[in-house]
């Protein structure tokens, strides 16, 4: 069976340095500005989506337009911010979702390339071993201790 190759990635130094530069900015840019939160809290939360967006916009409209109606323990300045945040980090979110996607989604092509030509060695050594090729056992040995799903042997003594 020959080997498939479904990707390939080959980046020059330049490239390399230029988007670790990148990534460093979002992490002294950006992370000190986000918050984690844990799923607990996460699952508690009342969520605005797509959905909701629209509702949310109009109403910051109707608040903003009609101050009379604003409860007194609603502060209509701060949530004019927490919607500004949301376009802002939307901004910023779906393209660094499509590349996180396409970034895993080529991990992942990469590794079952990788490890397809692996067993396909692995095969190849196995042959030669039980060919008594010089080497082969050693190597078949090394590989077969590291074999994903096999536990290692332990010695009796």
Do not use: W
């Amino acid at each position: 069976m020959p080997q498939q190759n479904m990707f390939s990635l080959e980046l020059n130094q330049q490239d390399v340095a230029e988007i670790n530069k990148a990534i460093a900015t979002l992490k002294t840019k950006l992370m000190p500005a986000l918050k984690a939160v844990k799923s607990e809290e996460k699952s508690e939360l009342p969520k605005m989506g797509d959905k909701t967006f629209s509702f949310v916009t109009k109403a910051l409209e109707h608040c903003e337009s009609n101050p009379e109606l604003v409860p007194p323990f609603l502060d209509a300045s701060e949530f004019r911010k927490d919607l500004k945040s949301i376009e802002t980090l939307r901004s910023f979110y779906s393209p660094i979702e499509q590349i996180a996607e396409m970034l895993s989604d080529s991990m992942t092509l990469a590794g079952s390339d990788a490890y397809s030509a692996a067993l396909m060695f692995y095969g190849s050594v196995k042959s030669a071993k039980k060919s008594n090729v010089a080497k082969a056992g050693t190597i078949f040995d090394d590989l077969s201790s590291k074999f994903p799903g096999k536990k290692a042997v332990k010695e009796t003594k």
